[in-house]
């Protein structure tokens, strides 16, 4: 029977509000449970809820589950996924350095990834989200599209799922443009896979709160700018970032 | 006497994941209610939870409150917004059609605007968000920095405060990294302003989910993307975006 979701409210929530942004982590192993319509319909709702410009709502959803384009635009996106990984692993250097050690966080993360990209075919859905340019591009035209994808990966971590968010479609834009009938003014922001995590939501790594807070100007530490007891760092990541923080 | 925050858990949540979701409304009017350092810490750590491209973080966050500098900066900010707005007004018609009629959408977001760019320096806390580059800018570069917004929103909604994401730094960028010292590589992604609310969050009106969420291909509506009961749905905004979706 079908269900008239236009008269069902969205689920109730189990998990707290800070609670979920301090421990939604990027989910890239599925169990291979499909998501309900009305939890799909939930997680998209809440997409459309981010703020944008002047709320003019420049993003718009495809999502890729079983339809005859999906299927095609699926292989697409594996083939496109495997070769940015395969550039990405190796410009990276990703198997160097700790990355020559099993077990070390470098290496854990290369497994995942290689099984990320090797089973994309299969994930549950994928979520092809894309940006309608009203003007030129300026560098905070992302302002109008990234906040819905974050909250879209919320929603689906709030229903019990999890996802990431990844710019793995680069190598097949035009294709995806050509298959799927996407506008030319209409820029492929972040592909989302979404699915039942095989894993677990919990702490995520980050750099230490004093590292990248500031107050009254830039590099001026602060006192309250401290993480709470519990806190998880990390060193892993290509280097460039974080670990260094230039001066004017 | 000093808190010492490294030892003090997060506060406890009060609002559902989901439902914070769904509800966090943009909010530019504010009390002159302070923020305990202790939720201040609470927000950015949220903020710096977000995910980002192999978790390279390039996110940097100057909070500008009662220092010197900080100071000169909101003065160059609230003259920066002043112009901004002005500029928004006349060109995206605000005084025109619905406009000129008292108590339209239109005309009470035109209020609104201006109340929140008039009273701009004595917002409670404002939050430049800096992107810091390692590599030339694509229009995806977005994709690291504004989840990050988008969390820090939701965290100082999860406390009881609100805020907005705006563009008003843009008449003073250069007069900004000048003063504070900000690295030619940051860019300045956003500017937030957070404050206890004067009015209240709640339902945000956004397009109708059907015009928004595709399935298979551009522009193909699908059964489950329905609103649920008691969705609020707006035709205010700017022309040129969700009222009107091109084909390919």
Redesign the interface.
Known sequence: M?ED????????????????????R?IRRYTGEDIP??D???I???A????S?????????????H????QAARRLLGESARRVWLG?REG?QYDKGSGSRSGSPKTRMAATMTNYVEHYESVPVVILV?H?R?RQ?V?????N???A???L???A???GYGG??T?FHGFAEAEL?E?????????I??TITLGRPAGHHGP????P?AG????????AS????????G?RH?S???P???QK????
């Open positions: 079908l979701l236009s008269q069902q409210p969205l689920p109730a929530d189990t998990v707290g509000l800070l609670e979920g942004l301090i421990s939604t990027a319509d009305a799909l319909r939930a998209l709702f809440a459309t809820r981010a703020p410009g002047s709320n003019r709502q420049p993003t718009r959803y495809i999502v890729l589950r339809g005859p384009k999906a990405k990276d894309c309608l009203y591009p560098p905070s035209e992302g302002g599209v990234y906040p994808c974050q909250n990966l919320l929603a971590r709030a229903l990431v968010m710019g443009h298959l799927l009938g996407i506008p030319e003014q209409a820029f922001a972040s995520v790594r980050r750099a709160l990248v807070v500031y107050e009254d100007e830039w590099g602060t006192p309250w700018a401290v993480d709470p007891p806190a990390t892993a990541g290509p460039g970032t974080w923080t230039p001066e004017a």
